[in-house]
């Protein structure tokens, strides 16, 4: 094991490991070995994190322990936390995180709070938060990073927040249950996967007209290939679909044993990924590697302990 990271891209992922404690791995894409391997502590259960560009630092989040785990990925160690609790003693939860453009603020969603958290990520120190009209799960930044996109799962709406008035400006109704978001490379267009509404939503975020992809089975997690011509969407039962953004269409599936909890894209649209939820029976948790964009199946990849999160990066 080492800590070079790979020029074919990493997937990372969050692990709950036997004996309670957490874990976050890296593997290299090219070869399919673990490169990243991080004991983050005893009484931890880590959820959705984020990764800065050079691929150096990690921001995880740990729900039973209200907190965002700090980590250096070159010496493979923790190198702090901040606290997601208040002072009065609320929680929130953590549970999904997004980075700001120029990696200064970390945006926090919790399972528990209908806030918006803020982590000054250069002060590791937590910020004023701003008020949601809902419960929230995903959430990403606008590549100009003023405005951040929150999916309201509790009110069936996309929250639309002005980084500057730190203000909820609009929310609109999407679906039922919207979970996963992904925007587009130009913040153009925002994906957005309802979970209990069979669906995913197309937002246009100048007109915020919205059109919808009709689907047979619950989406829970979403990835956009790096043409942007196809949409990959973990569902809640099983298997990924490929849905086709020019025709709005699913034009090829997977079924697979196992309940997805996130996909990812390698850099170079060769390949799709798809990590067990919670997978029951044995570890490690199995990882599919599939074709893009037919998402046949090639290979596996093996995760240390019990999957909860995954992304992929260059």
């Keep these: 094991m080492n800590n070079t990271v790979s020029t074919a891209g990493v997937l990372w992922a969050t692990c709950a490991l036997t004996g309670g404690h957490g874990y976050f791995s890296g593997t290299d894409l090219l070869t399919g070995q673990e490169i990243i391997s991080i004991d983050l502590g005893p009484m931890m259960t880590p959820e959705g ?143 957005v996967a309802n979970q209990d509404g069979n669906s995913i939503a197309a937002v246009d975020t100048a007109t915020k007209e919205i059109k919808h992809i009709v689907l047979d089975d619950s989406p829970r997690a979403l990835a956009l290939s790096a043409s942007e011509l196809y949409l990959y969407v973990g569902m809640f039962a099983s298997g990924v679909y490929t849905v086709d953004l020019a025709s709005a269409e699913v034009i090829d599936s997977v079924q697979l044993l196992f309940s997805v909890s996130s996909v990812g894209v390698s850099p170079d649209d060769s390949s799709v990924y798809a990590m067990a939820y919670e997978a029951d029976g044995p570890q490690p948790t199995p990882v599919m590697v599939m074709d893009s964009p037919t998402v046949k199946i090639t290979g596996m990849l093996s995760i240390n302990g019990i999957g909860r999160y995954m992304q992929v990066t260059a």
């Design 49 to 191: 994190f984020a990764v800065n560009k050079n691929n150096t630092i990690a921001w995880i989040t740990d729900s039973l322990n209200d907190q965002i785990i700090i980590v250096d990925l070159v010496t493979q160690t923790v190198t702090g936390s901040v606290t997601t609790i208040s002072a009065e003693g609320g929680l929130i939860t953590p549970f999904q995180v997004a980075l700001s453009p120029d990696e200064t603020r970390l945006y926090v969603t919790g399972d528990v709070t209908e806030t918006l958290e803020i982590i000054d990520t250069v002060n590791n120190l937590r910020l004023p938060g701003i008020a949601l009209p809902g419960h929230a799960r995903g959430v990403t930044v606008s590549p100009d990073g003023k405005t951040v996109y929150v999916a309201l799962y509790s009110t069936d709406q996309i929250g639309i927040i002005d980084v500057e008035s730190a203000l909820v400006t609009d929310a609109l109704f999407v679906g039922r249950s919207p979970m996963d978001i992904v925007l587009s490379k130009e913040g153009t267009t925002l994906y």
